[in-house]
């Protein structure tokens, strides 16, 4: 792994563990150079995954972007970084999982409303504003209204 400071080819594996669930690998490093430490993140990837946009451009999966689909959604909420760093995994399990390579990007982003639905109503309801493309007020009513109606009916909500 090249160092991230003095760019030499080779950095020593301090340290191992699992992170985000077990779905990943924490290793710190340090540079045998320059003595800068650092730390990188292994994932399996089942497959690649190519995610078909609105226009029909296809664009390589970024896990990174839809971790900060949620981040911006979740922006100033009081929401465990782990609950986060698990509902991505799990959207991105279950897109690997698919069997499927190519991915619109309606469906990616109908899996980030479900996931935030049950996290925060809230970032929910930021999120639906861009991803429905909100246009008038009288939109966010209808959505908190459908909140509403799922928390009053005993569905929904905030999980903790």
């Known amino acids: 792994m090249r160092c991230p400071y003095c760019n030499s080819e080779d950095s020593q594996v301090k340290d191992s563990r699992p992170a985000e669930d077990g779905t990943a690998i924490r290793r710190r490093r340090v540079c045998p150079d320059?003595?800068?430490r650092f730390t990188t993140f292994?994932?399996?990837?089942?497959?690649?995954l190519q995610v078909i946009k609105k226009t029909g451009r296809k664009v390589p999966f970024d896990r990174d972007k839809l971790m900060r689909s949620f981040d911006i959604a979740l922006r100033k909420r009081p929401v465990e970084r782990d609950r986060v760093e698990r509902a991505v995994s799990g959207i991105v399990r279950r897109l690997e999982s698919s069997g499927e390579t190519d991915v619109h990007s309606d469906k990616i982003g109908l899996m980030v409303i479900e996931a935030l639905k049950a996290i925060d109503d809230v970032a929910f309801v930021r999120y639906a504003s861009v991803y429905r493309d909100f246009s008038d007020p009288k939109d966010?009513?209808?959505?908190?209204?459908?909140?509403?109606a799922q928390i009053n009916g005993g569905g929904g909500g905030q999980e903790d």
Request: aromatic share 6%; glycine share 10%.
């Open 42 to 48: 292994e994932r399996v990837q089942l497959r690649d």
């Open 140 to 148: 966010f009513e209808n959505v908190i209204n459908e909140l509403s």
């Open 34 to 36: 320059c003595g800068g």
